[in-house]
């Protein structure tokens, strides 16, 4: 978190969103500061993905706004200061497009209109590429990587987009342990240049370990902070409504 007197990377202020009658968010806020990695916890339901797509600007909220680095998601997204990794793809897994060139999408805002790749739109895939491990395989149809490769692939886009806000959607869910620590790894190098994080993670266990701070959400901000002050009894039980064990346990 940030304090009222620095610049936050992102700026969230009484969010409140509906689903219909729904409440999906209740005036949620928060400020992000830049360079550190933070965790977003809750339940399934709790308006994590919710808040993701509003931040990003894919949903419009009934009352509230939010700025990343000073400006409106849609100037952010257009500038390609925010990238986004969904915890599902909505993809044609069986379209034939390579790993290259889903990785490449990431470089469209920084192409002319007709999107016609530069040498440094080459060698920012190719960097991304090398620091996800998956230089091997970026001519292989997308459809055809395990799906710890294709999460790496989608952390790639990001990479060779250059955000400075990174949202991840449950990035470790379904993946094999080297993709795993592969984007751990990636996570971190990207922390130490500056880069933005906001992680959902069911994985309560490795949050003190990977991030520097954490929100726990219940379609409002329960608590917020750092881990150890976050992740108490008290505030896990009034978020999850039981007492999650920390050491390994999925909420």
């Not at 509003?54 to 509230?64: A, D, F, S």
């Not at 990343?68 to 986004?84: F, N, T």
């Not at 040498?119 to 960097?127: K, L, P, S």
Request: aromatic residues 4%; charged residues 20%; glycine residues 10%.
């Amino acid at each position: 978190m940030t304090s009222a007197t620095e610049d936050a990377a992102v700026e969230v202020q009484g969010l409140t969103v509906y689903y219909g009658d729904v409440v999906a968010l209740d005036e949620v806020s928060m400020r992000l500061a830049p360079g550190r990695v933070h965790a977003l916890l809750g339940t399934n339901g709790s308006g994590k993905s919710t808040l993701f797509k509003t931040v990003i600007g894919m949903l419009t909220p009934q009352q509230g706004a939010v700025r990343l680095h000073g400006m409106s998601p849609a100037r952010a997204r257009k500038q390609g200061l925010v990238g986004y990794v969904p915890q599902a793809e909505q993809v044609d897994w069986s379209f034939p497009v390579r790993v290259a060139d889903v990785v490449m999408m990431g470089r469209y805002g920084h192409m002319g209109p007709m999107r016609r790749p530069r040498r440094a739109d080459r060698q920012a895939v190719a960097e991304a590429l090398e620091r996800t491990d998956l230089t091997g395989l970026a001519h292989r149809q997308i459809g055809a990587l395990s799906g710890g490769q294709r999460k790496r692939a989608f952390v790639a886009r990001g990479i060779a987009q250059g955000a400075r806000v990174f949202l991840l959607d449950e990035p470790f869910a379904g993946v094999d342990k080297r993709s795993e620590a592969t984007i751990v790894d990636v996570l971190q190098a990207m922390r130490a240049t500056g880069t933005t994080l906001l992680i959902s993670t069911h994985d309560l266990a490795s949050v003190p370990r990977l991030c520097d701070e954490a929100v726990l959400l219940q379609r409002r901000v329960v608590a917020s902070g750092a881990p150890e002050a976050v992740l108490t009894p008290q505030r896990l039980v009034e978020a999850f409504g039981i007492e999650p064990t920390l050491a390994g346990e999925r909420a």
